[in-house]
């Protein structure tokens, strides 16, 4: 699962990049470039969850993917927006 997810960020021209240190991971650009920063010490699921966090905003219909990796990135759309809506409900 982890390398299709990569694939699919490679094929959106987005660089992961594995590396040590004290860090979620997520996405970044460094002078034009867009990367994923995943955490090399996490646990598996973890790296796929990062992942698959950060490639849920693309559109990803022109990408084939297999339907137990799409439901990951759909789940982690999910969470994400309702993080968003808890977020958005505090600071009112």
């Known amino acids: 699962i ?4 990569e694939d699919i960020a490679k094929q959106l021209d987005i660089k992961v990049r594995h590396e ?3 860090f979620t991971g997520g996405y970044c650009t460094k002078e034009e470039e867009h990367i994923i920063v995943i ?3 996490h646990m ?7 992942l ?3 490639l849920a905003p693309y559109d990803l219909t022109r990408i084939e993917i297999p339907k137990a990796v799409l439901e990951i990135i759909e789940s982690e759309r999910k969470r994400a927006s309702q993080i ?3 977020e958005l409900e505090d600071s009112e």
Do not use: S
């Not at 982890?2 to 997810?5: E, K, P, W, Y």
């Not at 699921?45 to 990062?50: A, G, S, T, W």
């Open 84 to 86: 968003e809506m808890e």
């Open 20 to 22: 040590k240190g004290d």
């Open 39 to 41: 955490n090399k010490r």
């Open 2 to 5: 982890l390398a299709t997810l």
């Open 44 to 50: 598996i699921d973890k790296k796929i969850n990062v």
């Open 52 to 54: 698959a966090r950060e």
